[in-house]
């Protein structure tokens, strides 16, 4: 499976850092989780290809900090240091696995002269890490909560948003039906779990209800698997 053949170099941004594209986040995480286990480095180097993590790096202002909710083996906070983006970064997630991952891809970089972000096993459950953040990122998370729990979650993670600040959401489609029979059946063999949809259209209500104003909606799909991106802000003026 190669990388899509997207732009060739890195992009600059106002402010400061770049926009990275598929290919580069791909490469990216073929280096850095050079040492981890077979499905962690098969995820890290190829899961660009069919998620689009690089709207998630170009929603996210350059000179951040970034809170990673449920952060995985944390292939987005690295690719955002690795872009210039980020000021500072700490993702947290009940994987163990995931996190000792995410550790070493961190010494990785850090070994090639860029500051890495922290990651922490912790669940949900234990509460969220004190903010506020620049932005906070809920990529692929939600379909994993228990539906009774979701709203708190959101709240917890809405609060912990700067003001000026951005929550960044990235979920799974329903629809079409085969595109979510994809997703959880991806899930099945990945996670070990049959995911349950969160409507997109209750997201944007409770951001609304928690005084965050949606500035970006962007839908994609990568081979068959659809994707939902929502993207929030909290208002400057809003202490």
């Not at 995820?43 to 202002?61: A, D, F, K």
């Not at 669940?123 to 932005?135: M, S």
């Not at 998370?141 to 609060?159: G, N, Q, T």
Request: aromatic fraction near 6%; hydrophobic fraction near 40%.
């Amino acid at each position: 499976m190669s990388p899509p053949a997207t732009q060739a170099e890195p992009v600059q941004t106002p402010g400061g850092g770049v926009s990275m594209s598929a290919a580069e986040i791909s490469r990216l995480g073929g280096e850095l989780y050079a040492d981890a286990g077979l499905l962690t480095r098969l995820m890290c180097r190829y899961r660009s290809n069919i998620c689009p993590l690089e709207l998630v790096i170009e929603q996210t202002p350059p000179g951040s900090s970034v809170l990673d909710i449920g952060c995985g083996s944390g292939l987005v906070l690295l690719s955002l240091a690795a872009s210039g983006r980020l000021a500072s970064g700490h993702g947290f997630d009940a994987s163990p696995g995931a996190i000792e991952a995410a550790k070493g891809a961190a010494a990785r970089l850090a070994a090639k002269g860029t500051p890495a972000p922290s990651f922490e096993h912790r669940r949900v459950e234990q509460g969220l890490p004190d903010g506020p953040f620049e932005a906070v990122l809920l990529i692929d998370v939600m379909h994993h909560v228990d539906p009774e729990a979701r709203r708190e979650l959101f709240s917890h993670a809405c609060k912990r948003v700067a003001p000026g600040g951005r929550l960044i959401y990235k979920d799974m489609v329903d629809h079409p039906r085969w595109r979510a029979l994809a997703n959880q059946a991806h899930d099945l063999v990945m996670a070990r779990q049959l995911i349950r949809y969160c409507a997109i259209e209750e997201i944007e209500a409770w951001a609304g209800e928690e005084s965050l104003t949606l500035v970006h909606r962007e839908d994609a799909t990568r081979l068959w698997y659809g994707h939902e991106l929502r993207v929030f802000e909290r208002s400057a003026g809003d202490a």
